[in-house]
Protein backbone atom coordinates (compact mmCIF):
# COMPACT_ATOMS: atom_id res chain seq x y z
CA UNK A 1 0.00 0.00 0.00
CA UNK A 2 1.65 3.30 -1.21
CA UNK A 3 1.55 5.84 1.45
CA UNK A 4 3.12 9.63 1.66
CA UNK A 5 3.24 11.56 4.54
CA UNK A 6 3.83 15.16 5.08
CA UNK A 7 5.50 16.90 8.02
CA UNK A 8 5.89 20.19 8.90
CA UNK A 9 3.27 22.84 8.30
CA UNK A 10 2.04 25.87 10.11
CA UNK A 11 2.08 29.52 10.83
CA UNK A 12 4.85 31.69 9.88
CA UNK A 13 5.36 35.77 9.53
CA UNK A 14 6.46 36.71 6.29
CA UNK A 15 9.68 36.74 5.43
CA UNK A 16 10.20 33.65 7.33
CA UNK A 17 11.00 29.56 6.49
CA UNK A 18 9.54 26.80 7.09
CA UNK A 19 10.54 22.98 5.89
CA UNK A 20 8.08 20.35 4.51
CA UNK A 21 9.19 16.53 4.58
CA UNK A 22 7.69 13.61 3.03
CA UNK A 23 8.14 9.91 3.81
CA UNK A 24 6.77 7.40 1.35
CA UNK A 25 5.99 3.95 2.06
CA UNK A 26 5.29 0.83 -0.31
CA UNK A 27 6.83 2.76 -3.87
CA UNK A 28 10.07 2.20 -4.91
CA UNK A 29 11.05 5.37 -3.86
CA UNK A 30 14.47 5.53 -6.19
CA UNK A 31 12.74 5.52 -9.36
CA UNK A 32 10.22 7.64 -8.74
CA UNK A 33 10.12 11.49 -9.74
CA UNK A 34 8.45 13.60 -6.35
CA UNK A 35 6.98 16.68 -6.30
CA UNK A 36 5.23 18.92 -4.33
CA UNK A 37 2.08 20.70 -4.78
CA UNK A 38 -0.09 23.49 -3.12
CA UNK A 39 -3.68 24.41 -3.52
CA UNK A 40 -5.08 27.39 -1.80
CA UNK A 41 -8.67 28.09 -1.30
CA UNK A 42 -10.81 28.60 -4.46
CA UNK A 43 -8.09 28.11 -6.60
CA UNK A 44 -6.61 24.92 -8.38
CA UNK A 45 -3.65 22.98 -7.42
CA UNK A 46 -0.45 23.88 -8.75
CA UNK A 47 3.15 22.41 -9.07
CA UNK A 48 5.27 23.67 -6.35
CA UNK A 49 8.68 22.08 -7.15
CA UNK A 50 9.54 18.43 -8.82
CA UNK A 51 12.50 16.25 -8.30
CA UNK A 52 13.38 13.31 -10.85
CA UNK A 53 15.13 10.31 -10.14
CA UNK A 54 18.56 11.57 -10.90
CA UNK A 55 18.19 15.03 -9.04
CA UNK A 56 17.20 17.39 -11.77
CA UNK A 57 15.02 19.72 -10.20
CA UNK A 58 11.56 22.15 -11.58
CA UNK A 59 10.11 24.86 -9.65
CA UNK A 60 6.96 27.09 -10.26
CA UNK A 61 7.85 30.38 -11.17
CA UNK A 62 6.01 32.10 -8.25
CA UNK A 63 8.80 30.15 -5.98
CA UNK A 64 12.04 30.04 -8.13
CA UNK A 65 14.88 31.52 -6.24
CA UNK A 66 12.79 31.04 -2.69
CA UNK A 67 12.08 27.33 -1.85
CA UNK A 68 14.17 24.01 -2.73
CA UNK A 69 13.61 20.81 -2.84
CA UNK A 70 15.79 17.84 -2.28
CA UNK A 71 15.66 13.99 -1.82
CA UNK A 72 16.64 11.23 0.42
CA UNK A 73 16.70 7.59 -1.24
CA UNK A 74 17.78 6.06 1.82
CA UNK A 75 15.61 7.38 3.87
CA UNK A 76 12.54 7.56 1.39
CA UNK A 77 12.00 11.30 2.13
CA UNK A 78 11.65 14.52 -0.10
CA UNK A 79 11.70 17.51 1.49
CA UNK A 80 11.07 21.41 0.41
CA UNK A 81 12.81 24.20 1.94
CA UNK A 82 10.80 27.07 2.05
CA UNK A 83 12.45 30.29 2.90
CA UNK A 84 11.02 34.17 1.82
CA UNK A 85 7.72 33.39 2.53
CA UNK A 86 4.94 35.56 1.73
CA UNK A 87 1.10 35.90 2.83
CA UNK A 88 0.42 34.28 -1.17
CA UNK A 89 2.54 31.18 0.14
CA UNK A 90 -0.40 30.35 2.07
CA UNK A 91 -2.18 26.90 1.20
CA UNK A 92 -2.38 22.87 1.58
CA UNK A 93 1.05 21.36 0.50
CA UNK A 94 0.79 18.01 -1.08
CA UNK A 95 3.15 15.54 -1.46
CA UNK A 96 2.98 13.27 -5.28
CA UNK A 97 4.29 10.78 -6.99
CA UNK A 98 2.92 8.95 -10.27
CA UNK A 99 4.02 5.84 -12.25
CA UNK A 100 3.28 5.17 -15.23
CA UNK A 101 -0.76 3.85 -14.83
CA UNK A 102 -1.06 5.70 -11.22
CA UNK A 103 -1.20 8.98 -9.32
CA UNK A 104 -0.71 9.06 -5.34
CA UNK A 105 -1.29 12.01 -3.08
CA UNK A 106 -0.68 12.87 0.35
CA UNK A 107 -3.32 13.95 2.65
CA UNK A 108 -1.41 17.59 2.85
CA UNK A 109 -0.60 19.74 5.60
CA UNK A 110 -1.49 23.47 5.92
CA UNK A 111 1.06 26.51 5.66
CA UNK A 112 -0.30 29.83 6.91
CA UNK A 113 1.99 32.79 6.04
CA UNK A 114 0.55 35.91 8.24
CA UNK A 115 1.39 38.55 10.67
Known amino acids: QVQLAEFGGGLVQPGGSLRLSCVASGIIFKILPMAWYRQAPGKQRELVALITSTGSTNYGDSVKGRFTISRDNAEKKVDLQMNSLKPEDTAAYYC?????????WGQGTQVTVST
Open 96 to 104: NTQTRSQNF
